[in-house]
């Protein structure tokens, strides 16, 4: 069985807010080292139940953080910007199931570092379902036929993930008590927690259904103001809707929607305030 999995930084054990997820903070090192070992807590358990190939991908920011000597040895690490897929670079069809470790929930909503790719999003919508990070891999995912068979991050990324995905199984290693400050597991009792996870979600992996896109699905993306909006309007193909910061893009499918989404938070997050 392969598997793919994707790790963001922001819903890993122990990490309350952005001093351990920026590379220029001064606990970033700690938070990577975190980071590498939750990812082989999961990689471990996988292989021991049932899993041929796993395949990495950093999904953070630069999307250099895991520290590839520490990582399992029998892993394949995907790692490095830019990516033309991102958090999902290299998922496709032929995969069996995917995994998504230190996921968060989406922005404006209650969790530990909440946010939907920058800072400059107040929301994204496919057609008309609002969805974050999770959200629209999970959708990729779906495309090629492959379930989301497991999310860990804190209470709101997991609570996110079951309201989207039916009989996902969800590992929430922390719960929010504000956007940053979390009540956390230590990361030996999270990583135990984890590897029971994995092995339930594989177990389990028929009862799982891929969260399938729209064949032709509009991509709407709320930007906080003006100035983004008109920023990512610069797209072709782009429709900046009156009287709002939305900007909308009719897409062919969820892969060229997903392109979109990328391009268009780029533009917006060259916008000044000078």
């Known amino acids: 069985m392969k598997l793919y999995i994707s790790v963001d930084m922001e819903g890993v054990t122990g990490l309350p807010d952005s001093s351990f997820v920026e590379a220029n903070s001064h606990n970033y090192e700690r938070g990577r080292l975190i980071m590498t070992e939750e990812t082989n807590y999961v990689v471990q358990a996988a292989f021991d139940y049932e899993a041929s190939e796993l395949v990495v991908n950093d999904s953070h920011s630069k999307m250099n ?6 990582l ?24 069996e199931g995917a995994i998504f470790l ?16 920058t800072n400059s999003v107040r929301n994204f919508f496919i057609d008309d379902v609002a969805v974050g990070e999770l959200g629209l ?8 036929g492959i379930p989301v068979l497991m999310v860990s991050g804190d209470d709101m990324a997991a609570q996110e993930a079951e ?13 929010t008590i504000s956007r940053s400050a979390v009540k956390t597991l230590s990361p030996k ?21 891929p969260l399938v896109p729209p064949s032709h699905p509009t991509l709407r993306i709320e930007f906080t103001n003006y100035g983004q909006a008109e920023w990512a309007n610069l797209m072709p193909g782009t429709e900046l809707e009156l009287g709002t910061t939305i900007v909308s893009y009719k897409a062919k499918d969820i892969r060229e929607a997903y392109q979109a989404m990328l391009v268009m938070t780029e533009l917006a997050d060259r916008t000044t305030f000078s």
Request: no cysteine; net charge positive; proline share 5%.
């Open 189 to 209: 009792r999270a990583g135990e927690l984890l590897q029971h996870k994995t092995a339930q979600a594989i177990q389990n992996r028929t009862k799982i259904q």
């Open 137 to 144: 891999n999970a959708y990729y995912a779906g495309y090629y």
């Open 163 to 175: 309201k989207l995905i039916p009989h996902v199984i969800t590992a929430p290693v922390k719960e």
């Open 102 to 117: 230190g996921y968060h929930a989406r922005a404006g909503n209650r969790g530990v570092m909440s946010h939907s790719m």
């Open 72 to 95: 399992h040895p029998d892993v394949q690490l995907i790692t490095g910007d830019v990516k033309p897929f991102s958090m999902v670079q290299g998922l496709d069809h032929t995969y």
């Open 65 to 70: 953080n895991l520290l590839v000597e520490r």
